[in-house]
């Protein structure tokens, strides 16, 4: 083999190692994570169980009451909920978020070959469409054709590509609550057209026929909709209705509070009409008793991982000459058991 041939090898071989430690070492990083995550929960679970034992009393919706500061407390009362407001757009709706999403007018390239060609040059065109990423346009191919316009994409977009949005506030009778107490209530879905179509919105921002995007005000410093680097805003909401409510919170800081221990919140301690303390506490213990999941797919990092890596790692070692010196399906069945034992061990760890 000829010394250029040597090098492509070798680094074929280095760079199966390093990906192979790599999906090792993401694996290893998202066990430590599940094992965080999990004894957040367990720790979560003690602190509520300690309080439904000591007692949740229900207090009246309104008025807060200081007094409660530290506490467990079951609250029944009239949810109201703040409006969303997009400081770009103007739009301003009820809801618990929104997230904006901002898509530009770019070129995208195409490569093609001529009717009847399988080989040879590839020939390219160019199409201009809305994209909610850049589109690098470098890498696109060049013609000196006189006539050819100008195919750069903007480098960046003029605003944040995705922006969440929240409520202003978030309220059980004369309770504030935090935001995340509505999570498990809610989905994020399409804003209806018909919001968009019928929103007042100031600076000359509007809404396409089909109520589907916003675009920028027709003004001489906008860009027309057909021109490169032209943008246009979509939006999905997360509604929730108002009504009457249910809640167990800590009170922290003036507020009713979901978050029990850590990055432990957005549990079921909230529902719809006159729910009962016990129910919402035995209902928010059996998904604390969960914990987040056990995330046994990461195991797939191991398996593709040592697949990568023994076939090199063991020409480091002189006693396993005869595997590197074995036929390819040979070579290839030892290597695919090996990790799976590998892996399987690790699982069973887990």
């Known amino acids: 083999m000829s010394t250029l041939g040597n090098v492509f090898v070798y680094f074929i071989r280095f760079l199966r190692v390093v990906l192979g430690l790599a999906l090792i070492a993401t694996f290893l990083w998202a066990l430590n994570d599940q094992k965080f995550t999990d004894e957040n929960f367990g720790k979560a679970h003690e602190v509520l169980q300690e309080a439904a034992a000591k007692g949740i009393p229900t207090v009246p919706a309104t008025p807060m009451e200081p007094a409660y500061e530290g506490d467990f407390v079951h609250i029944q009362g009239d949810l109201s909920i703040g409006n969303v407001h997009d400081p770009l757009t103007g739009l301003t709706l009820k809801a618990l978020g929104v997230t904006r999403r901002i898509e530009m007018l770019q070129w995208q390239e195409e490569k093609y070959r001529q009717t009847g060609q399988t080989e040879g040059i590839w020939h390219a065109r160019w199409h201009k469409i809305w994209s909610d990423r850049i ?107 108002e009504g009457q409510y249910s809640a167990v919170g800590r009170v922290s800081d003036g507020k009713l509070d979901d978050q029990l221990y850590e990055r432990v919140y957005a549990l079921p301690l909230m529902a719809p009409g006159n729910v009962s303390a016990d129910e919402l506490v035995d209902q928010t213990l059996a998904v604390l008793s969960g914990g987040r999941g056990t995330q046994k797919n990461w195991i797939g990092y191991v398996f593709v991982g040592l697949l990568l890596c023994i076939g090199v790692l063991a020409r480091l070692f002189p006693f396993l000459k005869g595997f590197t010196e074995a036929p390819f399906p040979k070579r290839a069945l030892i290597t695919v058991v090996v990790a799976a034992i590998g892996t399987a061990i690790t699982g069973a760890l887990v």
């Open 135 to 241: 589109i690098d346009s470098d890498s696109f191919q060049k013609t000196d054709r006189y006539f050819d316009e100008n195919r750069d994409n903007p480098n960046k977009f003029p605003h944040d590509e995705m922006l969440p949005l929240h409520t202003s506030g978030l309220t059980l009778g004369g309770w504030p609550l935090t935001v995340s107490f509505g999570d498990r209530l809610v989905t994020e879905q399409p804003l209806p057209p018909e919001i968009l179509r019928a929103a007042e919105l100031p600076d000359g921002w509007y809404a396409s026929a089909e109520g589907d995007y916003l675009y920028p005000p027709q003004n001489a410093d906008a860009l027309s909709h057909d021109t490169i680097g032209a943008i246009r805003v979509r939006y999905e909401y997360t509604p929730l209705e």
